[in-house]
């Protein structure tokens, strides 16, 4: 039997397959990886703006519009973006074929909008592959058991090529994209931000949890649990990214490896709630039903009859988020509400934090010399993020930033062994 | 058992669902029917340029792309007008939900961009209608067994309706266009052309293969299998419009249904032919082969050594015949070769001629009171087609027209019993 071929799984993302320039590209992408003896599949989502273009004509004949054919409309876009890539790579003399979600049975549950993969079945695929083509699989879609159409909601094109790298058992997962990779933050706040050569799954999950514009974390959490060398990495130039792996022991000595800021939040209090227990779990399960999606929660004993309760919301549900609590209130015995949306949350992360003391300290010390008030912190076992005044926010990132030395690759640090 | 509900086919086609507004005046449409107890079945094609713009898109990419990646491509086309009308009709308070090809199942053969129809499988279908949806059939689009989609080439969509009323036992096959029904003759040649209340499959069929804009030949042929009653209408109003239907005894009176001119014609003869068997056949074998496709035929020996063999082709494949001809001319023993690209052909149709003598000599006749030259004449059954000057069509087509009465509804004509 021949030598298995090497697998290589490469996802593309809107801006990478705008127009017929970045087709091109991006199938000379695959075809240079393919005429190195490796078996290619490409990954791809719906050119540029495609997407927003069939939302606006679904608003137009319905502004509600039922999420079964939301999802028969938006899965055209990934379709067109394959069965284009498949004609460029034919153009340039290799043989290609495309498949959509239903083709592949990639099988999703029928939770239209935002389905989850069941499973996928590879015999299509690598005959495909076996027969010499390139494959090029349209991202974000699966199908139900009733052949109906479904996408992955956010994101949904990286969960794709994740699962199909893990099913495929590929040997890395490209993710092309507009940056070169993942940085320690936000370069438009942190212009000495670095790229990272190396990242864990756990620290991206944190990360894209805290706003973090790197990858949705339905396909980080993919890669982690089936083993996935995700590397995100530019469409524009042939440079290294940075690599998505299972935590290392090197990755130890780096006490915080990223930094973020979010600044789309808003914090609602409820002060003087009774002190017994289900109180705050009426709270929370209020807010579920109102379909409010609450990140932390900070909940403090204030005697021995009374807590006081806090989250932080999006600001899109902070409406939402004041009727719901508004509504609850009197049943919890709260005393008072209390709402701000001028604040930011500036988070630290780093599964070195794990085995060094005095991480928490740093941060606070260097926001206090900053004479920057923390509003309140959550932390977790990898992260700490204080919540500051909005106008401060920028500036407490930087600080930050400079005391862990994210400007520095992370061999230059003075802090790492 | 309850009563089997009356069950409309519409077909609509890209004018008619061309932005939001016209969507939900199709779906409006739907709805007027349901509403009268009916089950309904949409049949759409793309929207407006949509499948232009698509051909373009693929063009850029590749000059000659493959045609399974082209019939993935253009099948999204109607699968987002579905999926629109369904949001629409949801919209407008009812049931609904849109399938595409694969969905019901229109298994085809693998001839991609030109695909026929094997099967329907029902089921899925009247599930939907019995659960009391408007159902929503992207037309134009099949899969073959190898679920690759395919499309049906011209037309397509009107075939998918017809094919779907067949499969479903339809009571009608609405076809909603942009004009009111099938009319005698080219309104814009001959501006008193009416509207015919009822015409034969045959006299379409004929029609269609002269270059009359009504139908394509394969719904046709199609409802003429299968007895699908198919009824040509206008989108924008109510008006009846025409029937197609197999021939009634009282078509007969009528000696000529329409008139048709093709102006987009050329004609190559080859003068001197070897007049020995199997010479035609070489000739027509090597324009097949040249993907060359030949209209009407004439062949006359001029002694008993020699023929002159003729025939019309469109101007688009003019350049590559007259190749081919080149070719193969001294194979055949050919003299000369001429060729001929300033001719229209003028037709009259009518299932009443095969019961009627003197209608060829009424129309050769009325050419030659206007002193028009006829350059060739063909016939079948139902029809007899003369080649004329191009400079003098128009004027042959009216003058031919005022001959058979087709500015008079069939029952004011005086040669009608």
Redesign the interface.
């Known amino acids: 039997m021949a030598k298995k071929k090497e697998l290589v799984v490469q996802k593309f993302g809107g801006t990478s397959v705008a127009n017929?320039e970045k087709?091109?590209r991006a199938?000379q992408r695959a075809i240079n990886e393919f005429d190195q003896g490796k078996q290619v599949i490409m990954v791809a989502s719906a050119r540029g703006q495609q997407t927003d273009v069939?939302i606006k004509?679904?608003l137009?004949?319905?502004?509600?519009?039922?999420k079964?054919?939301?999802d028969?409309?938006l899965?055209?876009g990934e379709?067109?973006t394959?069965?284009?890539?498949?004609?460029?790579i034919?153009?340039m003399g290799r043989k290609?074929?495309?498949f959509?979600g239903?083709?592949i049975r990639m099988i999703t549950d029928s939770v239209h909008t935002k389905a989850r993969i069941k499973s996928i079945d590879t015999k299509r695929i690598k005959k495909a592959l076996d027969e010499g083509n390139i494959v090029i699989v349209a991202g974000f879609q699966g199908v139900d058991e009733n052949?109906?159409?479904t996408t992955l909601g956010r994101g949904g094109s990286d969960t794709s090529a994740v699962a199909l790298a893990a099913a495929m058992k590929a040997n890395t997962c490209d993710i092309f994209t507009d940056v070169d990779g993942v940085y320690t933050t936000d370069p438009r706040v942190f212009k000495e931000a670095v790229k990272l050569d190396q990242i864990s799954y756990d620290e991206v999950l944190e990360m894209a949890s805290l706003g973090a514009g790197v990858m949705h974390g339905r396909s980080i959490e993919f890669g982690k649990k089936y083993n996935v060398v995700i590397h995100v990495r530019s469409s524009m130039s042939d440079k290294k990214g940075t690599l998505i792996t299972h935590e290392v022991p090197q990755m130890e000595g780096i006490l915080v490896s990223g930094a973020t800021i979010e600044k789309n939040l808003a914090k609602i209090s409820l002060i003087g709630v009774d002190n017994k227990p289900g109180n705050a779990a009426k709270v929370f399960a209020h807010l579920a039903a109102a379909k409010v999606s609450v990140n932390d929660i900070i909940q403090t004993e204030v005697s021995n009859k009374k807590a006081n309760v806090s989250f932080t919301v999006s600001k899109n549900d902070f409406n939402d988020a004041k009727k719901a609590v508004d509504e609850i209130k009197e049943k919890v015995g709260c005393e008072n509400l209390f709402f701000r949306d001028d604040i930011a949350e500036v988070s630290i992360i780093g599964v070195g934090m794990r085995t060094h003391y005095g991480v928490a300290n740093m941060m606070f010390s260097t926001l206090a010399k900053e004479k920057i008030n923390i509003d309140s912190i959550t932390t977790s076992e990898i992260r700490i993020s204080c919540i500051v005044d909005k106008a401060q926010g920028d500036k407490a990132l930087v600080s930050v930033c400079k005391t862990f030395e994210l400007d520095k690759p992370v061999n230059k640090r003075s802090y790492v062994k």
């Open positions: 017929a087709i091109k199938a069939l004509d679904a137009e004949v319905n502004p509600n519009p039922p079964r054919e939301m028969q409309l899965s055209t379709q067109q394959v069965s284009l890539i498949a004609m460029a034919e153009g290609a074929i495309s959509t239903a083709q052949e109906d159409i």
